[in-house]
């Protein structure tokens, strides 16, 4: 009997054993199922590990791609954005105000923390502000000033210094004459603020009766064309003797400077430009253009991404300048531009990294 006993009894304990884990399986499985997750995420959180529910997101509502200068813009605020742990979404209308507003809206229903604006229309975008604040975020304008909006950052360089950058150098060469200005877009506030700069410093010229403007046009839309339409027409409105121009940006000098080498002049009329493009660097190396205005763009882009982050985590932004865009007194940040020639090119853009020398050099004829 107490043999047989003997026998069962491991097959009693293997039983018992049986029926204890299913006890503890079923316990387990009574649980909530995200009770483990909850577990893992705080345990993540403690040791500091950020979720991807928490990463901050950027929207970047860009007016156009078409340049050489944003595509840059584009390029260095997404690596300065994600750099800095966060991602960005962006977006370009090319210059349709209607889509520009619909793709914000779009960057706003898609839930970022912050948008950034380059506006197309100063004006128009404006109800993109309003639509950010109505969700809850805030809005940093991006080189160009949102007109008439209650923004809440400005990230930019000081254009007015830009235009009286492009005069100042302009009128050492030129103290005396007939003037060109084909300015750029009139919905760009930066346009305007490019103009201001170059009268700033040819006004009292003017005043003198040393300087004559013979020709002052905006270029609609910023369209290279349009540029080039209107140094036709100032060259056959003025019999084709002028002294000089001053062109808003590099590609509409460039389009001035294409259409005074068809009247023979390309290289005679001293011509200003600014952004710093490569092929504005190349015409200053070959002779016909004058000068352009570097705006480091990666500077821009990198103190932008820099504060977006920032404002979308919350943190307050103290600035020592604030410019009126018609409705408040904006907290800006403006960055110094500088003036490139012939004589200090290697020493800036190039030196710089901003262009390479064999590419600014490259049509350069011995």
Not at 4 to 24: K, N, Q
Not at 33 to 44: A, E, Y
Not at 76 to 99: C, H, R, T, Y
Not at 245 to 267: F, P, Q, R, Y
Request: hydrophobic content about 45%; charged content about 25%; proline content about 3%.
């Amino acid at each position: 009997m107490e043999l047989g006993i003997r026998r069962l009894l491991p097959m009693f304990v293997t039983l018992a054993l049986f029926f204890v884990a299913s006890g503890c399986e079923k316990a387990d499985r009574s649980l909530p199922q995200d009770v483990g997750t909850v577990q893992n995420i705080s345990l993540m959180q403690d040791k500091g590990v950020t979720s991807e529910v928490e990463k901050i997101k950027i929207g970047f509502s860009m007016d156009t791609l078409e340049e050489e200068r944003w595509l840059r813009d584009r390029a260095l605020f997404k690596s300065a954005v994600e750099s800095l742990g966060a991602e960005v979404e962006i977006l370009a209308a090319n210059g349709d105000d209607a889509l520009q507003v619909l793709q914000a809206e779009t960057l706003i229903s898609n839930g970022v923390d912050l948008l950034v604006i380059v506006p197309h229309n100063a004006e128009a975008t404006a109800t993109i502000v309003k639509k950010a604040h109505l969700a809850g975020i805030k809005v940093l304008s991006y080189d160009r000033l949102i007109k008439n909006a209650e923004i809440d950052l400005y990230v930019s360089f000081d254009n007015e210094r830009v235009g009286e950058l492009q005069a100042e150098a302009i009128t050492k060469i030129v103290p005396k004459g007939k003037y060109v200005y084909i300015g750029g877009a009139d919905t760009d506030n930066n346009a305007h603020l490019f103009k201001k700069g170059v009268f700033n410093v040819l006004q009292p010229l003017i005043d003198k009766g040393e300087i004559t403007v013979v020709y002052d046009q905006w270029t609609k839309n910023w369209l290279p064309s349009n540029a080039y339409a209107n140094m036709k027409e100032a060259l056959i409105a003025n019999g084709g003797k002028v002294d000089a121009v001053i062109a808003a940006n590099d590609a509409t000098a460039g389009m001035s400077i294409e259409a005074l080498e068809e009247a023979g002049l390309a290289g005679s009329i001293p011509v200003a430009g600014q952004d710093a493009e490569l092929s504005a660097a190349q015409r200053i190396v070959e002779g016909t253009q004058t000068m352009t205005v570097y705006k480091p763009i990666p500077t821009l882009a990198e103190e932008a991404a820099r504060l977006a982050v920032a404002m979308a985590k919350g943190e307050f932004i103290d600035t020592d300048r604030k410019v009126n865009n018609g409705k408040v007194e904006v907290p800006s940040v403006l960055l110094p531009p500088i003036a490139v020639n012939r004589a200090n090119i290697d020493e800036t853009v190039i030196a710089d990294g901003f262009h390479l020398k064999e590419d600014v050099y490259r049509n350069k004829r011995e």
